[in-house]
């Protein structure tokens, strides 16, 4: 390896706009971002769905009746 051409590798604080902060270490010394994981929807489980002009509901009056469950008709 080359002497003096690599940034220091140092101790570093990542900071969540939810408040999270995580220490790890970079080349940066500190920086904030605005999600993380403990904070995302797809690790939090969390997930929603946007519906943007109607579109889900849209999906639904054309697909939703096949993709509900159909009753049986009861024998007696």
Known sequence: MKEKIHPEYQDC???CACGNVIKTKSTRKDFSVEICSNCHPFFTGKQKIIDTAGRVD??????GKTMQKKEEPKKE
Request: glycine share 0%; proline share 0%; net charge positive.
């Open 58 to 63: 849209k999906f639904m009056k054309k697909y």
């Open 13 to 15: 604080t990542i900071t």
